[in-house]
Nanobody, 127 residues
Framework: QVQLVESGGGSVQPGGSLTLSCAAS????????MGWFRQVPGKEREGVAA????????YYADSAKGRFTISQDNAKNTLFLKMNSLKPEDTATYYC????????????????????WGQGTQVTVSS
């Protein structure tokens, strides 16, 4: 069992930056993949970025490439999502997720591959 707690959400103007954090109750090395997902009311949850913990290999949705960076601090059991050049369409509730499963690379941004989820943190991008 892994408990995940997100923090760092808030309101920011377009073009601004935010860094989300996800604190895990156990070593991140006890998982295989961790990821960030987001959801807007009435829409499906969308995978934003993921990381393969053993190697640090990262994966990004097209909407996040070049603007978002996922990273891990294994000493602190923490996952991060650095978001730059934020746009109004980035407004959503952001969730941290983890799994111990082996995932085919093409599926790492699919939410049904992840077992453990945080409670979410709201990000609002508005002028």
């Amino acid at each position: 069992q892994v408990q995940l707690v997100e923090s760092g959400g808030g309101s920011v103007q377009p073009g601004g930056s935010l860094t989300l954090s996800c604190a895990a109750s156990r070593s991140t090395y006890s998982t295989n993949y961790m990821g960030w997902f987001r959801q807007v009311p009435g829409k499906e949850r969308e995978g934003v970025a993921a990381i393969y913990i053993p190697s640090g290999r990262t994966y990004y949705a097209d909407s996040a490439k070049g603007r978002f960076t996922i990273s891990q601090d294994n000493a602190k059991n923490t996952l991060f999502l650095k978001m730059n050049s934020l746009k109004p369409e980035d407004t959503a509730t952001y969730y941290c997720a983890a799994t111990i499963r082996v995932i085919w690379a093409g599926n790492v941004l699919r939410d049904n591959e992840y077992k453990y989820w945080g409670q979410g943190t709201q990000v609002t991008v508005s002028s």
